[in-house]
Each structure stands twice: as C-alpha cells, then as structure tokens.
C-alpha cells in the first residue's frame, strides 16, 4: 500500500513540474503592437547561438540585450508590413531562395549529427580511456630541468598578461608540479609517437592528387627529402 503511495506521489510530482515548465516557456514576457514575445521565444533566440556563446547568454544582461534584439526585429518586421516591403513580389522571391538555403543549411547540420552521433560510443571509450591514462601517470621518471621549468612559467604568464593586463599571475611556487607534469607529459607523448610506425600521405593530405605509392615516414627519420 505505501508502495502505491510513493508511486502516486512520484507520478503527481512529475505532472506538476512539466506543468511548471509547461507555463514558464509560454509566459508572455514582452508585447510589441499586441506581438506577445513568450520565454519560449527567448528561449529559442539563445539556442540559436553558436555553443561558446550560450553560456554568456545566461547573463541577466545578456538576455535583456537578446530580448531588446527580438523586440526590435518585431518593430522593424511591423515597419516593413506598414510600407509594403513584405507583400513585394521580390522580397516574397527572397524569402523564399534564404528560407531553401536555410534548409539545405539545416540539413546539412543534421547529417552531421547523425554522423557524430553513429561514432558516440567510440569517441566516450576514446575520452575515457585516455583521460584516466593520462590521469593515472605522473611522470616522475622522465627528467625535467628548472631551466624547462622556468621558461615554461614566463611563457604561462606573457599569455596571462596579454589576455588580461590586470589578471593575477599564479605564484612559480604553487604550480611548479603542474608545469613539471605538463612537460614531462608532452616529451612522454613525443617519445611516443616519435617509436610509433606512422605512415602519412601528404599529397592526399593536402588535398592533391594522391602518388601511385604511398611515402612511409620512419620513426628514426627527422624528414623527408
């Protein structure tokens, strides 16, 4: 009986939030010439945007400035229907060509998620494998010098300083071990693959006709002639 309870409970917990979520996105939070502009509009200007500008559009500012922008293109939208701009045979031919480039677009888009998404579980075995064997490492064996160590640091903070003149540079002292592990990490890598028998087309990988034979890189070799 109690089982039944919960499982009742969980159930009207779950319609009450859909319900919640249901009426925030179809909230009117703006109207210009009796357009109602919802949360669900703002919402949809944000998913828009290119991914490493989303998070900045969590902002309170920045989502003012992107609901001014919707509100403008409804007064600039009204304006063109006022002087006829919109029933243009023209602009009508124009709208329609961008809305099938915007198609071909999107479904170009499309492809490649499939895409991407057929090779899901290979790039999460990928991720996972090489992110805890690079965690697991720490490179105590291979020898690097205070000089390396150094010259690393003031590189670290010229880029620091360029992004930002007033950023605070970390203390040598409190990231010593991570730049340590950082450069023993890469010249593990670079022993790596220098012993690794890698073979590179470059005519094909730069685009050009592919040669009849294919140029085998050796380890041992520096370049080829």
């Given at each position: 009986?109690?089982?039944n309870?919960?499982?009742?409970?969980?159930?009207?917990?779950?319609?009450?939030?859909?319900?919640?979520?249901?009426?925030?996105?179809?909230?009117?939070?703006a109207?210009?010439?009796g357009?109602?502009?919802?949360m669900?509009?703002?919402?949809?200007?944000?998913?828009?945007?290119?991914?490493?500008?989303?998070?900045?559009a969590?902002?309170?500012?920045?989502?003012?400035?992107?609901?001014d922008?919707?509100?403008?293109?409804?007064?600039?939208?009204?304006?063109?229907?006022?002087?006829?701009v919109?029933?243009?045979?023209?602009?009508?031919?124009?709208?329609?060509?961008?809305?099938?480039?915007?198609?071909?677009?999107?479904?170009?888009?499309?492809?490649?998620?499939?895409?991407?998404?057929?090779k899901?579980?290979?790039?999460?075995?990928?991720?996972?494998?090489?992110?805890?064997?690079?965690?697991?490492?720490?490179?105590?064996?291979?020898?690097?010098s205070?000089?390396?160590?150094?010259?690393f640091?003031?590189?670290?903070?010229?880029?620091?300083?360029?992004?930002?003149?007033?950023?605070?540079?970390?203390?040598?002292?409190?990231?010593?071990?991570?730049?340590?592990?950082?450069i023993?990490?890469?010249?593990?890598?670079?022993?790596?693959?220098?012993?690794?028998d890698?073979?590179?087309?470059?005519?094909?990988?730069?685009?050009?006709?592919?040669p009849?034979?294919q140029?085998?890189?050796?380890?041992?070799?520096?370049?080829?002639?």
């Open positions: 009986m109690k089982k309870i919960f499982f009742v409970l969980i159930i009207c917990f779950a319609v009450i939030f859909f319900s919640c979520n249901l009426n925030k996105s179809s909230q009117v939070i109207k210009v010439a357009k109602e502009i919802t669900q509009d703002l919402q949809d200007e944000i998913d828009g945007l290119p991914a490493q500008y989303r998070i900045y969590q902002n309170p500012d920045m989502k003012r400035k992107i609901l922008n919707l509100i403008m293109v409804e007064i600039l939208m009204k304006e063109a229907e006022k002087q006829g919109l029933s243009n045979s023209e602009t009508q031919a124009k709208i329609k060509e961008e809305e099938l480039n915007m198609r071909k677009d999107m479904e170009a888009q499309i492809i490649n998620l499939k895409k991407r998404l057929e899901v579980s290979e790039n999460a075995k990928r991720d996972v494998v090489i992110t805890s064997l690079l965690n697991n490492k720490d490179f105590k064996d291979i020898n690097v205070e000089e390396e160590i150094s010259k640091y003031k590189q670290y903070s010229a880029n620091v300083k360029m992004q930002n003149p007033d950023a605070k540079v970390e203390s040598l002292v409190n990231i010593k071990e991570d730049i340590r592990k950082s023993a990490r890469d010249k593990w890598l670079n022993d790596l693959k220098a012993k690794a890698i073979t590179i087309n470059e005519n094909a990988f730069m685009g050009l006709p592919a009849s034979s140029i085998k890189i050796l380890p041992e070799e520096k370049k080829v002639k």
